[in-house]
Every structure is written in structure tokens, then in C-alpha cells.
């Protein structure tokens, strides 16, 4: 049984539906867009999977904490959190309100600690669990304007391997997820007005994300630990490769 947050479109909808074809039931978390929430759900129903809608906001400590009791109430379990809700909010940091900058960090950041807390008592008692965090290569390569998103990614990274250290002898895996440039909603105007870089390499589908997931979700993930993954089509080489090179 998995939970993902931020699963009512973009990367977190096809890490929903890649997860319930590979057979677990899956409850998605949404925020504010419950039509598209619904749609996911059909999605996976009309493919044979098994899938509950659930809408709460991750930087909110109570919501978070009703949708863990609602989940394990109704499945007596929960095997697989993903956390890939996450909001970015681009200005220069000179720019850049407390408050503009407290809400990417809430909700990319202290989202992902509420729920790993709330989920950790289940998983512990279980022996097992999955616990997949989304980050993003803008943590290692941020563009101007992305301090509290890069902070917040960077955030997720630290928080992935302090973490593992913490629950890695109870059977609990805890493995962090970065994508490059995908094809979202969150990238939709810029994707549209950059087309293909210069390096080449193309922009992500959300379902290109969803296969690793969906293998540190399983068994086999059992000895990876505390690691963070890119996925981005060699975007992270290719542009290292070019920086050096221009030097
Ligand atoms: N797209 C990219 O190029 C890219 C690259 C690197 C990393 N990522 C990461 O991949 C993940 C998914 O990105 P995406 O592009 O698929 O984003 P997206 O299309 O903007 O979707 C964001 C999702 O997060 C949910 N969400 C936002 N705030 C929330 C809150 N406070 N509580 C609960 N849910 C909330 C949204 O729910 P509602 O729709 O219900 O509001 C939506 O389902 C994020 O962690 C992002 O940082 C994306």
C-alpha cells in the first residue's frame, strides 16, 4: 500500500499510476486540484489498480496526521510514502519575502518530515517500509531565482540520508529521487519557451520518473540506502561536460 503526495497530476500522477500497476493499492494526496485527483484515480481503476483520493496540504501537521489515521484505518497498513508534493516559486533571494520563502520551505521541506513522521510508527511496527523522497537536480545546479526551492531540494537530500541513518535497521529504506527538466504543469512556461537546450538532451515525461520509483519502492531496493538518484537524460553530464570544457 503507498501513499504519494502531489499525486493529482504531473510526476506524482504517473508515480501513482506506475505504482498500482505494479500491483499496490495507492492513495493519492492532492491539495487543491481534486478534479485532476479524481481523473488519476480513474486512471488507475480503469487499468485495474486500486486507488483512494485523499486532499490535504503536507505542510499542515493535522492534515497530515488525519491522512496517515484515514490511510492505515482503512488498509491496517502502509508500505510506500512518496513524497513528491513540492511547489516552486522563482525570485532573485535579494527579492525575495519571508513569506514567499517559509512557504516552498513548508511545503518542499517540513511537508516531507510531517509525513515520514506520521508514517513512521506503521513502518516500524511493520518492519518494513519504502520511504521516496523527490528532490531535484536544481539542488545541485540551480538557476538564478531557485534559493528556496534549491534550499529546499537540497533540504530533501540531507533529510533522505539522516534519516536512513535512523531507521535503516528496523527494514526501513530511505532513497531520495531527482529528476532533471520534466514536461509538468511546474515547468510548463518554460519548457514551451526553451524547447530542447543546447545540450541536447530532451525534456522528461513524468513517466520516465516513475520506473525508478517504482524499484525503490520493491524488495529488491532492500540493501540501496540513504542514496539520491538522478534522472535526467545525461542532463547533469552533459552540462558538467560543457562547463569544462568552456573553462
Ligand atoms: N517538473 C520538473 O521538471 C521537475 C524537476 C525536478 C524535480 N521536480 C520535482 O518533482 C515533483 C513533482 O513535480 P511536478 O513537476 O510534477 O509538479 P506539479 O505538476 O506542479 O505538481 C505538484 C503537485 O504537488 C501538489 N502540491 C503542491 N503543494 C501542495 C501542498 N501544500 N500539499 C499537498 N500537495 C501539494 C500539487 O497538488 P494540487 O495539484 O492538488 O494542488 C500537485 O499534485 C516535485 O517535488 C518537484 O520539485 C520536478
Not at 193 to 210: C, H, K, N, Q, V
Not at 218 to 241: C, H, L, N, S
Request: aromatic fraction near 4%; glycine fraction near 12%; charge should be positive.
Amino acid at each position: 500500500m503507498a501513499v504519494v503526495t502531489g499525486g493529482s497530476r504531473g510526476i506524482g500522477a504517473a508515480i501513482a499510476v506506475r505504482l498500482a500497476a505494479d500491483g499496490l493499492t495507492v492513495h493519492v494526496v492532492c491539495h487543491r486540484a481534486l478534479d485532476a485527483g479524481r481523473g488519476v484515480v480513474k486512471q488507475i481503476e480503469a487499468n485495474g489498480g486500486r486507488a483512494t483520493l485523499h486532499q490535504a496540504d503536507v505542510g499542515d501537521e493535522a492534515a497530515v496526521e488525519r491522512l496517515v489515521e484515514r490511510v492505515t484505518a482503512q488498509d491496517g497498513a502502509l508500505h510506500v510514502l512518496v513524497n513528491n508534493a513540492a511547489v516552486i516559486d522563482d525570485q532573485l533571494l535579494a527579492l525575495t519575502s519571508t513569506v514567499r520563502w517559509e512557504r516552498v520551505l513548508r511545503t518542499n521541506l517540513t511537508g516531507p518530515f510531517l509525513t515520514s513522521r506520521a508514517v513512521l510508527p506503521v513502518m516500524l511496527d511493520q518492519q518494513w517500509g519504502r520511504i521516496i523522497n523527490i528532490s531535484s537536480n536544481s539542488a545541485r545546479t540551480p538557476g538564478p531565482g531557485q534559493s528556496a526551492y534549491a534550499a529546499s531540494k537540497g533540504g530533501i537530500e540531507a533529510l533522505t540520508r539522516a534519516l536512513a541513518v535512523e531507521v535503516g535497521r528496523k527494514g526501513i529504506r530511505v532513497n531520495c529521487v531527482a529528476p532533471g527538466k520534466v514536461r509538468t504543469e511546474m515547468t510548463a512556461a518554460v519548457a514551451d519557451r526553451l524547447g530542447s537546450d543546447a545540450d541536447g538532451t530532451r525534456w522528461g515525461l513524468p513517466e520516465d520518473i516513475g520506473g525508478l520509483v517504482a524499484f525503490l519502492a520493491g524488495d529488491e531496493a532492500d540493501y540501496i540506502q540513504g542514496q539520491t538518484f538522478t534522472v535526467d537524460g545525461g542532463r547533469m553530464v552533459t552540462r558538467g561536460g560543457a562547463a569544462r570544457r568552456s573553462r
